[in-house]
Protein backbone atom coordinates (compact mmCIF):
# COMPACT_ATOMS: atom_id res chain seq x y z
CA UNK A 1 0.00 0.00 0.00
CA UNK A 2 0.75 3.49 -0.88
CA UNK A 3 2.75 5.03 2.17
CA UNK A 4 1.43 8.73 1.38
CA UNK A 5 -2.22 7.27 0.70
CA UNK A 6 -2.21 5.25 3.58
CA UNK A 7 -1.20 8.31 6.13
CA UNK A 8 -3.73 10.39 4.23
CA UNK A 9 -6.30 7.98 5.07
CA UNK A 10 -5.49 7.77 8.18
CA UNK A 11 -5.57 11.61 8.21
CA UNK A 12 -9.25 11.16 6.91
CA UNK A 13 -10.56 9.13 9.62
CA UNK A 14 -9.20 10.91 12.48
CA UNK A 15 -10.47 14.77 11.66
CA UNK A 16 -13.66 13.00 10.81
CA UNK A 17 -16.53 13.22 13.50
CA UNK A 18 -16.84 9.28 12.57
CA UNK A 19 -18.24 7.12 15.13
CA UNK A 20 -15.94 4.46 16.42
CA UNK A 21 -14.82 1.54 13.87
CA UNK A 22 -16.92 3.33 10.87
CA UNK A 23 -16.11 1.14 8.01
CA UNK A 24 -18.04 -1.40 9.45
CA UNK A 25 -21.68 1.01 8.79
CA UNK A 26 -21.99 0.61 5.40
CA UNK A 27 -24.64 4.01 5.67
CA UNK A 28 -22.16 6.04 7.80
CA UNK A 29 -19.38 5.37 5.20
CA UNK A 30 -21.58 6.03 1.96
CA UNK A 31 -22.76 9.35 3.61
CA UNK A 32 -18.96 10.11 4.28
CA UNK A 33 -17.74 9.34 1.25
CA UNK A 34 -20.02 11.16 -0.77
CA UNK A 35 -19.20 14.83 1.24
CA UNK A 36 -15.71 13.87 0.51
CA UNK A 37 -15.94 13.33 -3.37
CA UNK A 38 -17.99 16.56 -3.23
CA UNK A 39 -15.36 18.43 -1.54
CA UNK A 40 -12.84 17.46 -4.08
CA UNK A 41 -15.07 17.32 -6.95
CA UNK A 42 -15.34 21.20 -6.12
CA UNK A 43 -11.46 21.87 -5.46
CA UNK A 44 -11.06 20.51 -8.78
CA UNK A 45 -13.51 22.70 -10.75
CA UNK A 46 -11.70 25.58 -8.79
CA UNK A 47 -8.32 24.24 -9.54
CA UNK A 48 -9.69 24.27 -13.32
CA UNK A 49 -11.38 27.64 -13.30
CA UNK A 50 -8.14 28.86 -11.52
CA UNK A 51 -5.86 27.60 -14.25
CA UNK A 52 -7.56 29.14 -16.68
CA UNK A 53 -7.35 32.38 -15.14
CA UNK A 54 -3.83 32.04 -14.83
CA UNK A 55 -3.97 31.96 -10.55
CA UNK A 56 -2.91 29.26 -8.15
CA UNK A 57 -5.01 27.17 -6.89
CA UNK A 58 -5.74 23.70 -5.00
CA UNK A 59 -3.08 21.15 -6.56
CA UNK A 60 -4.06 18.42 -8.42
CA UNK A 61 -1.49 16.38 -6.59
CA UNK A 62 -3.26 16.35 -3.44
CA UNK A 63 -6.31 16.23 -5.11
CA UNK A 64 -4.76 12.89 -6.32
CA UNK A 65 -3.67 11.84 -2.99
CA UNK A 66 -7.26 12.84 -1.21
CA UNK A 67 -8.44 10.63 -4.25
CA UNK A 68 -6.71 7.48 -3.85
CA UNK A 69 -7.64 7.54 0.12
CA UNK A 70 -11.34 7.69 -0.61
CA UNK A 71 -11.07 4.52 -2.70
CA UNK A 72 -9.15 3.04 -0.09
CA UNK A 73 -11.58 4.02 2.79
CA UNK A 74 -14.19 2.37 -0.07
CA UNK A 75 -12.15 -0.62 -0.16
CA UNK A 76 -11.82 -1.25 3.25
CA UNK A 77 -15.10 -0.44 4.17
CA UNK A 78 -16.61 -2.86 1.40
CA UNK A 79 -18.24 -0.70 -0.59
CA UNK A 80 -16.35 -0.60 -3.50
CA UNK A 81 -15.29 -4.00 -4.98
CA UNK A 82 -13.15 -5.39 -7.60
CA UNK A 83 -14.67 -8.27 -9.50
CA UNK A 84 -12.56 -11.17 -10.35
CA UNK A 85 -12.64 -10.33 -13.98
CA UNK A 86 -10.70 -7.02 -13.04
CA UNK A 87 -7.89 -8.84 -10.82
CA UNK A 88 -7.22 -11.32 -13.57
CA UNK A 89 -6.27 -8.60 -15.75
Known sequence: MDTVAQVSREELLACSDL???????????????LGRV????????????RAELG?????????????????????DAGLIRMTSAAVDE
Open 55 to 75: EAGSRPTEIAVDLGALFQLGF
Open 19 to 33: PDEPLRDPVIMHTYL
Open 38 to 49: HGVLHRLLDWGV
